[in-house]
């Protein structure tokens, strides 16, 4: 399974914030001990913007080059190559108030994405969902998806 696609779910809090690591390592030997890791943070963050939202950027940066647990740290390591080929197959968001504009990679690059709305009152209902089909991006890359209102 180490070569599967990921799943990354993301739950926005009341301020359409979020925030989460993805940690992986071969899970047989010691290799960590020497930096063969994947670690990521994965922060979502909404912007100022008109009515109930901003944009929002969902972000997947290096954790392990800031952290000094993992011991001399290479972002190109034996195990990060080995995974290189993995890629986000999806990214659901929970908790969007409105169906956004677009959906695209900081790059421009525009990506599929279908959005479910809430049900009910903002505060006591089922918030909406966003599904972003295949950004294509890896898993031990750095990437940011842009969620535009």
Known sequence: MKHDPFTLRVALDTSGNAR??????????YAHA??????????????????????????S??????????????PLNEFARGVGEVRVEKVVVVGLGTKPVSVVLESGEELEWEYTPGLGSEKEGQPGVLVVKDPAVGVAEDWTIIVQP
Do not use: F, P, Q, S
């Open 20 to 29: 989460g690591e993805l940690y992986l390592d071969d899970g047989e030997t």
């Open 34 to 59: 020497r930096g063969d890791v994947v670690w990521r943070g994965l922060v979502a963050k909404t912007g100022k913007g008109k009515g109930k939202g901003g944009e929002v950027r969902i972000t």
């Open 61 to 74: 940066v290096d954790l392990a080059a800031a952290r000094t647990e993992v011991g001399a740290y290479d």
